[in-house]
């Protein structure tokens, strides 16, 4: 809760399954918002958390390949510690 206090005005974006303090902006699964012309897509990726939200990220204007952003790292073959939930869930 700390870092709200130097960010006056900012939006705290996160998952509306994970008790995030300060959560202005709660997305689930598929949810979308728009940040300019930028098109920010949630998508529920389970396993570290179980409410654990990677954003899909275009650019509606350029139709540019987007990227995603998972707020952690991807693993060729495995991944990391699964603090709330399941192998299975990690695999889809």
């Known amino acids: 809760m700390e870092i709200i206090k130097h960010c006056v005005g900012c939006e705290i974006v996160g998952s509306k399954m994970d008790n995030v303090k300060g959560l202005s902006i ?4 598929y949810n979308e ?8 897509r949630a998508l529920l990726t389970q396993g570290h958390t179980n409410g654990h939200l990677s954003y899909y990220i275009t650019d509606r204007v350029s139709g540019a390949v987007g990227c995603i952003f998972t707020g ?10 699964l603090f709330e939930g399941n192998a299975k869930q990690v695999r889809g």
């Open 33 to 40: 918002m728009q940040i300019g012309t930028v098109k920010v």
């Open 26 to 29: 709660a997305l689930g699964h």
């Open 72 to 81: 952690d790292t991807l693993f060729n073959g495995g991944c990391g510690k």
